[in-house]
């Protein structure tokens, strides 16, 4: 019962921080481009809004299923990456899981954006995958230097690892901590990589059908998927955190970055982006292993 | 014993199709179901079921936990291929003709495994060889195509089968027997060479047989041009022969701890082996994103999954040689699941163009549920069956030290995702043409089949402790550590999975979102026509469908690289060949002097070879 419980309560605080984090991230890029910049709660209002639409279209039952599978598949995410030295199920099942759970809620947007047959859509699905499959490659590579290191897939080991040893990879694996953060850049689909939104381009891409609570779930679930890479580049490389107030420093700090990158670049094409990241953070991870592998 | 069951179930097979084609169906799927129910109650210990004597040389049929498996592959996927047939029957084919050869492929493969001596084997091998060609050569579309893409397999097949022949005679000479069991006893006389050199003689057919690169040419168009019920036949269970024997070759004749020890010029071999297994299994997955034929890119990625299915036998340990036997079977599963579903549409629409159908999730929704299910678990995504496989070959492979053969594994798998996206998109999603506005249902004798899979790829997922457990019997029979599996995964010491407590979250979590989601208002369903277009209008006559080079960047990317193919130096080579013997014929044509004056000379010459100690 105290379990179920503290996974509620997991779930609704991720959730919460995440929206959070998405208006800390609207004002922080406002403040960049000196514009004053909405409140930071302005997430907990669109969401509302979007809810309580009247007005909804459906383009058929896997339009529906999509969003469910999305929301339900990042909060199965969240509830095997370990944060704040709170371990939900991370004991039954390791980074690989995770890995790959992660590829469901992808999955399930991607059906249902198929189902609403429009174009702009299916391009930026295609834009998605193609992204994935570009941070994914040099991702494989960064956490096989740290299983190397750790003797272990867990990735409650990993982090444990670093605090039982007093260091960070951050600094014992600087080339995979960099190329991580160019995953991470990916991953959060920030610019320069937002090649799938790319709203000036392509409607915004997969989203383009989607509005009221469709939409509103997808803010869940966008809220919830920044919280999960935040945590899981916390639990690899900054030695994961005791308690919460730790978690929340450094998940804020490390956002930041990413945003401050974010502000700056213009997009990549899609080329670009492939050839970005088949060089430079493959070449990163590379060395990586080998300076694992020689040690 | 063996051939009398086997002559009477043939006599029986060929009087029932003579008599009623539906009849032959059933008497098919009946044979079929009773040799799965056969091997289910066999022992996991080896047992000699039969031995006779041919020609001086003993001959051994025999069941052991890996004939086992194997045997309630070939009999349960032949039962599902053969019912597939009811469908057929009005569509005015020869079915009577294609059911005989269908039993007539599946006692082949089943003799084949029973088969413990190399006389047997052999003679089984080529027995498949000529069937597997007489199955292919009957097309899906009216033209030419699938007898052609046949005679390549066939000639393929044929120099392959050579090669096992000098092995087979070369194990004579040096043994003088063909037991397994005696070669296998005798084979810590060889030295490494002699071991490495009779190895690669009969990896050849296998590796053709398995589709490994760089013998792989001929899988995609022999397979993709057969009709459906041969095609999820051929691709999930008749390819896994070659891996059967490599299997049984590896594991059952030279034994794991030599097997392990083999060096090819100061290099482990099996190391060499796996890199030729990881090749296999990113290549052809690239070369399966490109297709625009349904059928193609799912056999481009059964050639691909089979270099899953062995590069865990040459490096992943234990726990690899579990995940590559798990893949073999949570394969088979899906991939015939996939041309099931692909099958029902081909039957309605006659076409697998990837660039002409679409939106048709609304016509066909247990097509397009059987599809989803599968492509889950091709790509290897929880809570499927083929994810739990493909994480004991990451985990062997990474508990190993093999990095770069794990991040093989990895990218082919990424490639897999990519590609199954496209091909799920292509088919069923999007905007449906108006031609198939009154297109009918996915056929009746498609639906069980598509139920039954998907509740296996399921189950296997769920409790992937059903197969492994029988693997672990394959792994104590061969003298090798067990992997630590458990119903739901492997033993807590040795890592972290759980599929029981990882499919109930995700289950759970599902229905978390869907209270989340129905907690909203009420949606309204709307026609494919009414959608954001920028401020036009859509019509039945916009084509509004983004489809055929669906992902022309990375495309760009990635075809200079596969401009090289393994094939056309094949076929520049049979070019070479055949002008050759032309030229040569052309030489002697109409032209007999010539040809008296080479007879001539090359009798003078063996005249003289000959006799050359008498006459001087």
């Known amino acids: ?295 | 014993m063996i051939f009398d069951y086997a002559l009477l179930a043939l006599l029986i097979v060929i009087v029932g199709a003579a008599i009623n084609k539906r009849l032959g169906v059933i008497i098919n799927m009946l044979i079929m179901g009773a040799a799965f129910v056969w091997f289910y109650t066999m022992p996991n210990m080896f047992r000699p079921i039969q031995t006779n004597v041919i020609f001086g040389y003993e001959i051994v049929f025999r069941t052991d936990a890996l004939a086992r498996l194997f045997g309630m592959l070939i009999s349960g996927f032949g039962f599902i291929s053969a019912s597939l047939f009811f469908s057929y029957v009005r569509k005015g084919r020869n079915i009577k003709y294609m059911n005989v050869l269908l039993f007539f492929k599946f006692a082949a493969m089943i003799l084949l495994i029973l088969s413990y001596d190399f006389l047997s084997f052999f003679f089984s091998w080529e027995l498949i060889t000529i069937i597997t060609f007489l199955v292919m050569s009957v097309g899906e579309w009216n033209n030419k195509d699938a007898l052609k893409a046949s005679y390549k397999y066939l000639i393929m097949s044929a120099i392959a089968s050579f090669f096992m022949m000098a092995a087979m005679f070369i194990i004579l000479k040096l043994f003088g027997t063909l037991k397994f069991e005696d070669i296998s006893f005798m084979m810590s006389r060889l030295s490494n060479g002699q071991i490495v050199g009779l190895t690669l003689l009969v990896l050849v057919p296998f590796l053709t047989k398995a589709g490994v690169l760089p013998l792989h040419t001929w899988v995609a168009d022999a397979y993709a041009n057969s009709i459906t019920p041969y095609t999820s036949y051929l691709t999930s269970v008749s390819s896994r022969i070659g891996t059967y024997g490599i299997i049984l070759w590896f594991f059952s004749i030279i034994g794991h701890t030599y097997f392990t020890k083999l060096k090819i010029g100061g290099m482990s071999f099996p190391y060499l082996f796996a890199w030729l297994a990881a090749l296999t299994m990113v290549i052809p997955t690239f070369i399966a994103l490109l297709q625009n034929s349904g059928k193609k890119l799912l056999t481009w990625h059964g050639i691909g999954q089979g270099g899953y299915m062995l590069v865990g036998l040459g490096a992943g340990g234990a726990l690899g040689f579990t995940g590559s036997m798990f893949h073999v079977v949570n394969y088979a599963v899906y991939i015939a699941l996939l041309f099931v579903s692909i099958g029902a549409v081909i039957y309605r629409t006659g076409t697998d163009d990837l660039n002409e159908l679409g939106g048709l999730i609304k016509r066909m929704p247990l097509a397009f549920l059987g599809t989803l299910i599968g492509i889950i678990g091709l790509a290897g995504i929880p809570p499927l069956n083929g994810f739990v496989s493909k994480w004991f070959i990451y985990k062997g492979l990474i508990g190993t030290r093999h990095v770069f053969l794990a991040d093989m594994a990895f990218i082919g798998t990424l490639g897999t995702i990519l590609s199954v996206y496209k091909y799920i998109h292509n088919v069923f999603l999007g905007q449906l043409p108006e031609r198939y506005k009154n297109l009918q249902g996915t056929p009746k004798s498609f639906r069980a089949p598509i139920w039954i899979l998907s509740a296996l790829c399921v189950l296997f997922g769920v409790y992937p402790g059903i197969v492994t457990q029988l693997i672990a019997a394959v792994q104590q029979n061969f003298g090798m550590i067990q992997s630590p599996v458990t119903v739901h995964g492997i033993a807590a010491a040795a890592g972290h999975l759980n599929m029981l407590v990882v499919s109930l979250t995700f289950s759970g979590t599902l229905v978390l979102a869907g209270i989340i989601f129905f907690l909203g208002g009420r949606r309204k369903y709307v026609d494919q026509y009414d959608n954001y277009a920028g401020g036009e209008k859509v019509t039945p006559e916009t084509l509004y469908h983004y489809s055929a080079e669906f992902y022309a960047p990375l495309y760009r990317i990635i075809k200079p690289v596969l401009r090289y193919s393994v094939d056309s130096f094949y076929m520049w080579t049979a070019n070479l060949v055949q002008r050759l013997s032309n030229f040569v014929y052309e030489y002697f044509n109409y032209n007999f002097s010539r040809a008296f004056y080479f007879i001539i000379i090359f009798s003078a010459l063996i005249f003289v070879y000959r006799f050359k100690g008498m006459l001087w």
């Open chain 1, 1 to 295: 019962m105290v379990i179920a419980l503290k996974i509620t309560l997991y779930i609704l605080s991720a959730t919460a921080l995440g929206l959070l984090y998405m208006g800390y991230a609207r004002k922080f890029v406002a403040r960049i481009d000196r514009r004053y910049g909405p409140p930071i709660y302005q997430q907990f209002i669109d969401i509302l809004k979007l809810f309580s639409k009247k007005n909804l279209i459906s383009h058929g039952v896997i339009f529906d299923l999509s969003v469910m599978m999305g929301l339900g598949g990042i909060i199965a995410t969240l509830l095997f990456v370990p944060a704040a030295n709170f371990y939900s199920f991370s004991n039954y099942g390791d980074l690989l899981v995770i890995l790959y759970l992660l590829m469901i809620p992808a999955l399930g947007m991607a059906l249902g954006a198929g189902e609403a047959a429009n174009p702009n859509a299916s391009i930026g699905i295609s834009r998605a995958l193609i992204l994935m499959l570009g941070y994914e490659i040099p991702f494989t590579f960064i956490f096989m230097a740290i299983m190397l290191t750790v003797k272990s897939t867990s990735l409650a080991q990993m982090a444990v690892f670093q605090q039982t040893h007093g260091f960070w990879f951050l600094w014992k694996m600087p080339f995979a901590a960099l190329a991580m953060i160019a995953v991470l850049q990916g991953q959060l689909g920030e610019k320069p990589f937002d090649i799938m939104v790319a709203p000036h381009e392509i409607a915004t891409g997969p989203m383009v059908e989607f509005g009221g609570k469709y939409l509103g779930m997808l803010f869940l679930f966008k809220a919830i998927s920044i919280f999960v890479e935040l945590t899981i580049f916390i639990d690899l490389f900054l030695g994961g955190a005791h308690n919460v107030i730790d978690l929340v420093i450094k998940q804020v700090i490390l956002f930041s970055i990413v945003l401050m990158i974010n502000a700056v670049y213009p997009r990549f094409r899609t080329e670009q982006t492939v050839k970005f990241y088949l060089l430079i953070p493959n070449t990163l991870a590379l060395i990586e292993i080998i300076r694992v592998l020689v040690r």
